[in-house]
């Protein structure tokens, strides 16, 4: 059974169509009106509430087939990527918009989004899906844990594993082998014409 969707072309006039107001909506849209972007959900017939509900039956028809996502192909019918990279780069500010506003986790990022425009002392997007990158951008929000990928965090553990001279493995170490440890560290970070060459071997003289 093939993977990608097939869309009759009732469906696929209401994507052209969808896409249309999309447009027009952004003409419309003055910049720093969030209460426009506030209506634009609760209006039926803007462009991205038809788009968000063409890729809520689109969610649904590959569900009830038993798949997971979207694929690529099913994203193109849907006006939402490209075979071409760059404008396929371009669509995706507004495909993870409406995976977003979809809210398919069911992790409340609709009703969040709408909070977060409504509580924005400084609103500044020229579209919702603008917007909507804002709201939901990583940095928006203080983490809770850092992950094994923050600096500082990994920094910290191989300093604290020198300093009680034990790393994950339990192996234990002395006090010379920490030092060489600390040198070995410090010579990978130290520009290269900041590290002194090794003395030349003086030749045996027969």
């Not at 506030?38 to 803007?46: G, Q, T, V």
């Not at 989004?113 to 990583?138: L, M, Q």
């Not at 844990?145 to 790393?167: C, G, H, M, W, Y």
Request: proline share 3%; glycine share 6%; aromatic share 8%.
């Amino acid at each position: 059974m093939s993977k990608d969707l097939t869309f009759d072309n009732e469906f696929l006039d209401r994507v052209s169509e969808a896409h249309q107001q999309i447009e027009l909506d952004n003409i419309h849209q003055l910049e720093g009106n969030k209460h426009y972007v506030l209506n634009l959900l609760k209006d039926n017939d803007s462009g991205v509430s038809q788009l968000l509900t063409l890729y809520g039956e689109a969610y649904a028809m590959k569900e009830a087939r038993g798949g997971k996502q979207l694929s690529g192909k099913d994203l193109i019918e849907l006006g939402l990527s490209s075979s071409d990279k760059e404008e396929a780069k371009g669509l995706r500010k507004m495909r993870d918009g409406l995976a977003k506003l979809y809210d398919a986790k069911g992790e409340g990022t609709y009703d969040k989004f709408v909070s977060w425009t409504e509580n924005h002392s400084d609103f500044t997007y020229a579209t919702i899906f603008d917007a909507i990158r804002a709201c939901f951008r990583k940095d928006t929000e203080p983490k809770a844990n850092p992950k094994p990928t923050d600096l500082k965090a990994f920094a910290v553990k191989v300093i604290e594993s020198i300093q009680n001279r034990k790393f994950d493995n339990d192996e234990q170490f002395d006090a010379k082998e920490v030092e060489e440890i600390a040198m070995l560290i410090g010579l990978q970070v130290m520009p290269k014409d900041m590290i002194a060459p090794a003395p030349a071997k003086k030749k045996k003289v027969a």
